[in-house]
């Protein structure tokens, strides 16, 4: 009980910062909103009044006969009921344009706030599905929910100034009134709340099935999984997978609408049974002749009204409850924190390398694993060499990538760049010395120009540096063929888009690296999309890059690690053989072995 109110409370403690947000998001739209509220909210109750005044006037005319002269005092009220209904009208159409304007600033600036937090998160939560859930429920209609809870406690509150209003009038009639119309409300508010907490439970407990539909539904419809979908007749199957999943989803949610909609049915009644009590009183007022008619229509009006008024708060208010609910969701992906996080006095980062990179007594499982996939490993990495990291799967090559980037941590050990722990740099800074070509590197669908340019954005590259890159890199006669050149679009997902084949994708992923100018060259597999002669040439022509430079090549190529300065063997997290080409052949171990094995492959001659 006591964990329940906990989880309450602190949910609701996000609606402050709910209306921060909207309010940094949209200030000038918000206050349009709120004097459009108080005005609506008091609306209502001009109406009663003048109601009032329109059959107490009616039933003097009849009364005294109808003439031009008695029926003056009702011209006024009856003109003042139709300016109010007019105004009405208009001011609803106000509201929704206030509305939508608000909702789309408050969008943009929830999506704004996650775009920021998924930048900003460490890369090792790209690697735990708990982060895709969450990211899920943050982003699931985080600014309509925003703006739901907005709109409640607004309406909520145009609700209650109606409504204190209504019981202002009612009370000469009794106080018992509006304690009965209180009270009616309280089973309804249960039920309301009960219902709106059973839906978000649900709904939370689902999400990783909700991402696997949505994962579904990019493999049926995703360029990259297109040809083999079908080649290898996948589609039924894929689809299949996703209706079952789509079934249970469904059934489950149709039955939880059926249950609040028997809540909110049997709230209803309730609230008519009520309703009967009092009416019944003034009926019998009436008869006793205690009652005038003008006042039995104030009254008819005021306790309809209230009770109408009554609903729709109780409404608000578990649309106010769910909408936290949900929102907490956001709040709690905006509250990540990353753990790679910057020293509080960053040392200042070498400006060129003179002794290198050194792993020394690493040690490092992934999260949830129990098993580490380094202990204590040691390797260095020379200061201008170009070092080769062969090994078989699963060995730990590209686990020491991501150390070496700064995207982990070591459990134990460090790795040191010049004799400084990089945990002691700045992590920007830090990763500014290093550029990655990996094996699939992304396509950028923008023009060759920025995709180029992406690899220095912020120095804002000119296009002569662009082009030189591009030569640099082998790509240059491929974009200047293109009808627009350096400002044709590349890939297929936008109109007049051009495809590259995978090895042109990574020569423009060279290119970026050309222009970076990085210290540190990290290349994993980067090849791998080239035939023979394309690497040769490749390969040149990253010597020229890396020429000075310090160059770490993850490969299962030997024709690409034999062009190493060094050549480390990994297997099982460990370095079990270093040296040359020639040396490591020269050892006969599993080097010598597995070069020639892939020799005799690719020549098919025995060596
Ligand atoms: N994100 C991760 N979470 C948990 N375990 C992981 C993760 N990434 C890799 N592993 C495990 O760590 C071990 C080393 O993987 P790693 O990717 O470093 O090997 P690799 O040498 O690069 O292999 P390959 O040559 O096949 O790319 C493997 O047993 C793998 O299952």
Redesign the pocket.
Known sequence: MNRRLGRAIARISYLPKTLDLVWTASKGWTIAWAILLVIQGLMPVAMVYLTRSVVDGLVAVMGAGATWQSAQPIIIPAAAMVCVLLLGGSLQTVMEWVRTAQSEFVHDHITTLIHQKSVAVDY?FY??SEYYDRLNRARSDASGQSLSLLENLGNGMQNSITLLAMAAILLPYGAWLAVVLLISALPSLYIILNLNRYYHRWWQGTTTERRRQEYYDALLTNSNTAAELRLFNLGSQFQSTYLKSRHRLRTEYLQILKVQSLGRFSATILGLFVFMAPLSWVVWRILQGKMTLGELALFFQAFQQSRGVMVSLLGNLGQIYKSSLFISNLFEFLELKPQIINPTQPLAIPKQLKQGISFQQVSF?????D?P?LENFNLTIPAGKIVAIV????????????LLCRFYDPESGCIQLDGIDIRDLSVIEYQRLITVLFQFPVSYYVTAAENIALGDWSATPSLDEIELAAKNAGIHEKIASLPQSYNAILGKLFPEGTELSGGQWQRLALARAFLRRAEIIIL??PTSAMDPWAEFDWLERFRTMANGRTAVV?T?RFTLAMRADIIHV?RA?KIVESGSHDELLAQGGFYAQSWKEQMEVTSNVPV
């Open positions: 090792a690697e735990s499982g992934y999260p949830g694993s098993r996939v090994g078989d799967n699963g060995a730990g090559k590209s686990t020491l990538i991501k994993d597999e993850i299962h990994m997290g």
